[in-house]
């Protein structure tokens, strides 16, 4: 029988396990990649491992979220990553390089190689043909030690289309019309790999705006087969070397197949405050509009950006709107400051802004109160802006301009003639502000500023684990829920200590000083509990502060993962209405919970303040059991490692 292409892929990297649904198999990681504000602890824990270099063909570390230095914090994490990346065999890209996904389709993605990045928008690079996988920063530095990554083999969606894109309609209409029809959890526990002839239409930067905003359907990656357009891609880049033809065989089988035809696309926009809910355009075009933002992973390559110049070039931002721009790489903004486009942008009025995440993680570019922003990016969730009351909304960078000029909400097909860009044959290289690293590594000292404190422990697992609920919320949780960013919080994400202090701030301000009161306890959530990034701190700080266990109705799959690697049981509930027997405050106890996790014994939760009995299960592998008993993954390994 023939095969995809994700089981192609898989098989090239298979370390363990059998590649059939629901099972868990081991692959090794060709390339790994971390971003600042997850690379910190992903470098201390791999540190800890006690590794003169990393194992992988290719790892690398950017900087490009925690930007804004308001204080020593920031710059004393660069250069605590610059240091160790040179000891340990790491390249660093410095700050003003670009943003991580972007920089890493430009310059290494590697068609059929596997790549895990500390970072949930790492499936960017599927746009090249690649498995690129987000993970918590621990599973990335076991990936750098060495060590295979474990995934419950998913479930295999092909999304299949036809016909070509409409006139101002790109492919951030694509992602958004499969969110519309699929919701923020249509995709936990699958592959989304792209086939069909609308394929060839798309460019790789098209592919990688797709594969890029795949995180916010909950799937494991999403992917693209390499061809001509992958050719053309990467010759631009000058990395023709690396190509190579890889596509599904034609009798290959999938557990599902999705047809889209691209012809029959509109415009579309997510509104407030979740990226499934979407609507056309047209249909709430004529809202005022306080600010508009282009940037972000998913839409700031060159053509994005000289598309948004070529609407700008002769008009003006209308004067109620600030209007940002934050360009992908070095190599973006480098190219367009010599073609003259970003002359075109300053003149219509544009804030330029530097090359970084910057607004898409709140790190500065917060909107006024009230306010509605219309950003190129990925994520809108309620306050991740920096403003608690904004209300954002995510658009194309087509329909994000003819917002700006306008003033309000608009349909980018009433703005004109379509703009072509002109195909360009080489880009401009320049690779100098990626640092290669030492060749005399043991004459590196690594720099370790006051910022940085040594990893918080947890003991194994006690018998039985009694508390109180400390929280309870509802569906499509958050990791901006739980531990949120924002030009405040993220400088301390190498702080444990410090950064607990904030977990689920914008939910109850009190939980902290609840959760120390009653010396920690459990939490109970609704479904797709922890979506969204992919930040272990929301699960290291809460672990710091004592929770236990996590009882959901479904977990995201990132989130998840992190739980077990700190030591927090992930719980569901067996019948889901018994979500209603459990309120904060309640006093619960998981009787004899470690020998019935070891025994595959029936889980249960005895709600003492109610008197009553809820069933719970999981879907904890035995290696995932043996790592909740020992105290997390960290002590997992060192334990595995005498
Ligand atoms: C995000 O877009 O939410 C982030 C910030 O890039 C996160 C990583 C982080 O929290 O550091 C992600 O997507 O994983
Ligand atoms: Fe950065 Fe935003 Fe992309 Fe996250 S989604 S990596 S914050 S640009």
């Known amino acids: ?67 804004l230095q308001t204080g020593f914090e920031n710059f004393d994490d660069h250069l605590f990553l610059q240091s160790i990346a040179k000891k340990y065999g790491v390249y660093f890209s410095k700050p003003g390089n670009g943003i991580c996904h972007q920089v890493h389709l430009e310059r290494f993605g590697v068609p059929g190689e596997t790549l895990l990045g500390s970072d949930s928008h790492t499936p960017t690079c599927g746009g090249l043909g690649m498995i690129a996988i987000g993970a918590g920063g621990l599973d990335v530095a076991i990936a750098m030690a060495g060590g ?55 460019s790789v930067t098209e592919r990688a705006t797709i594969t890029n905003m795949g995180a916010e359907l909950g ?66 075009k004529g809202t005022k509009v306080q600010q508009v933002c282009i940037g972000s992973c998913t839409n700031s390559s060159y053509h994005d950006l000289m598309v948004a110049a070529a609407m700008l070039k002769g008009r003006k931002v209308h004067s109620d709107v600030s209007l940002t721009i934050s360009p992908g790489s070095k190599q973006v903004l480098e190219m367009i400051a010599k073609n003259g486009a970003l002359a075109d942008m300053i003149a219509a009025g544009a804030r330029v802004i530097e090359v970084a995440c910057g607004p898409c993680i709140g790190m500065g570019q917060a909107p006024p109160s009230g306010g509605v922003s219309v950003r190129s990016f990925n994520r809108n969730f309620e ?49 100098s502000m990626v640092i290669p690293p030492s060749e005399r590594p043991e004459e590196v000292t690594i720099i370790r500023g006051p910022n940085i404190k040594p990893l918080p422990k947890k003991e194994p697992m006690p018998d039985t684990l009694t508390g109180d609920v400390l929280l309870k919320v509802g ?55 922890g979506q969204g990034s992919s930040r272990e701190h929301a699960a290291l700080a809460p672990m710091y502060l004592g929770v236990k266990a996590v009882i959901a109705k479904s977990f995201a799959r990132i989130h998840r993962a992190n ?73 997992y390994q060192a334990q595995s490692s005498k």
């Open 219 to 284: 799937a494991l990656t999403s992917l693209f087969p390499s061809d001509a357009q992958t050719k053309k891609y990467l010759k631009m880049q000058g990395r023709e070397a690396v190509w190579k033809p890889l596509k599904a065989d034609a009798s290959a089988k999938y557990d599902d197949v999705i047809e889209i035809d691209l012809s029959t696309l509109e415009p579309l926009i997510a509104r407030p405050h979740s990226p499934d809910n979407v609507c056309k355009v047209s249909e709430i």
């Open 475 to 529: 569906d499509n949780i958050t990791t901006d829920h739980i531990m949120p960013a924002g030009a405040k919080v993220l400088p301390l994400r190498s702080n444990i200590p410090a950064i607990s202090e904030f977990v689920f701030e914008k939910v109850d301000k009190e939980f902290v000083s609840r959760a120390k009161e009653k010396g920690g306890g459990f939490l109970i959530g609704g479904v797709n509990y």
């Open 383 to 431: 306050g991740r802006s920096g403003t608690a009351d904004a209300q954002v909304f995510l658009v194309s960078p087509e329909t994000a301009i003819v917002t700006a000029i306008n003033g309000v909400i608009s349909d980018p097909r009433e703005f004109g003639e379509p703009i072509i860009i002109k195909d360009i044959k080489r880009v401009t290289i320049d690779d």
């Open 1 to 67: 029988m023939g095969k995809n292409l994700v089981q192609k892929i898989l098989d090239s990297h298979l370390v363990s396990g059998k590649r059939k649904g629901g099972e868990e198999i081991a692959i090794s990681i060709d390339q790994t990649l971390t971003q600042d504000a997850t690379g910190t602890m992903a470098y201390l824990q791999f540190e800890a491992m006690g590794i003169p270099k990393v194992k992988t063909k290719l790892s690398v570390s950017y900087v490009d979220h925690n930007m």
């Open 148 to 202: 295979s990554f474990y995934i419950t083999m998913p479930k295999v969606v092909l999304v299949k289309l036809s016909g070509t894109l409409q006139p101002w309609v790109t492919a951030k209409d694509v992602i958004l019309e499969l969110l519309r029809r699929l919701t923020v959890k249509g995709g936990v526990g699958k592959i989304f790999e792209y086939g069909g002839e609308g394929v060839k239409t798309l």
């Open 563 to 635: 739980l077990v690697n700190f030591g927090i049981l992930p719980l569901t509930f067996e019948d889901e209405s018994d979500y209603n027997l459990c309120d904060q405050g309640d006093s619960i106890e998981l009787p004899d919970i470690k020998n019935r996790l070891t025994s595959g014994g029936k889980v249960i939760i005895n709600n003492l303040t109610k008197n009553k009995e809820i069933k719970v299960k999981h879907t904890l592998t035995p290696r995932e059991i043996d790592i909740l008993c020992v105290g997390g993954l960290l002590n």
